[in-house]
T-cell receptor, first 112, second 112 residues
Framework: DGGITQSPKYLFRKEGQNVTLSCEQN?????MYWYRQDPGQGLRLIYY???????QKGDIAEGYSVSREKKESFPLTVTSAQKNPTAFYLC???????????FGSGTRLTVV | GESVGLHLPTLSVQEGDNSIINCAYS??????FIWYKQESGKGPQFIID?????DKRQGQRVTVLLNKTVKHLSLQIAATQPGDSAVYFC???????????FGQGTRLTINP
């Protein structure tokens, strides 16, 4: 079955560490997105990518970085510059045109 | 900027009753709308969508209504069940845009 997979489900980060969240899709979707969700809050866009080797900053890109070397993969790195990284991170993909997102199951990141 | 907003952050209904979740949008150029359901600790799941050339679309126990005159979107859930308890997000796509604009979300609680 086609889908979008995020890993790990839970991730713990020490102060000053960089961590990378994985997102893989086999839907052949061109566009991929990363959102952050804080408890009881909505979705805030971190980065998105329309094609391989190209990506754009979203509303809250500071302290994050991404790459898009393959169509199927869009990893997100939470750097030490992100001062409040504890949150639920959601990856999504979408095909071109008037269509919605397919979301992954999320990664919960906690700073310890 | 453009935004999609929800009238009520929380909604409680009795099991078996019908529920209506409302959403206001401000961009008259939006051509596609979608509702997502997010259960605790999970990624949002597609419920139903509607294109701007339609006023109503029905799914299984759900109906989406689009009123372009007043820029209003609603999700009706018939005969609510405990499994309908979740946060519901509306989202819009501006014509030609590459990303969706999400509302804040409404938490729906089904009381036994």
């Amino acid at each position: 079955d086609g889908g979008i997979t995020q890993s790990p489900k839970y991730l713990f980060r020490k102060e000053g560490q960089n961590v990378t969240l994985s997102c893989e899709q086999n839907l052949n979707h061109d566009a991929m997105y990363w959102y952050r969700q804080d408890p009881g809050q909505g979705l805030r866009l971190i980065y998105y990518s329309q094609i391989v080797n190209d990506f754009q900053k979203g509303d809250i890109a500071e302290g994050y970085s991404v790459s898009r070397e393959k169509k199927e993969s869009f990893p997100l790195t939470v750097t030490s510059a992100q001062k409040n990284p504890t949150a639920f991170y959601l990856c999504a993909s979408r095909r071109q045109g008037p269509y919605g997102y397919t979301f992954g199951s999320g990664t919960r990141l906690t700073v310890v | 900027g453009e935004s999609v907003g929800l009238h009520l952050p929380t909604l409680s209904v009795q099991e078996g009753d019908n529920s209506i979740i409302n959403c206001a949008y401000s961009n008259s150029a939006s051509d596609y709308f979608i509702w997502y359901k997010q259960e605790s600790g999970k990624g949002p799941q597609f419920i139903i969508d509607i294109r701007s050339n339609m006023d109503k679309r029905q799914g299984q126990r759900v109906t989406v209504l689009l009123n372009k005159t007043v820029k209003h979107l609603s999700l009706q859930i018939a005969a609510t069940q405990p499994g309908d308890s979740a946060v519901y997000f509306c989202a819009e796509r501006n014509e030609g845009a590459q990303k969706l604009v999400f509302g804040q979300g409404t938490r729906l609680t089904i009381n036994p």
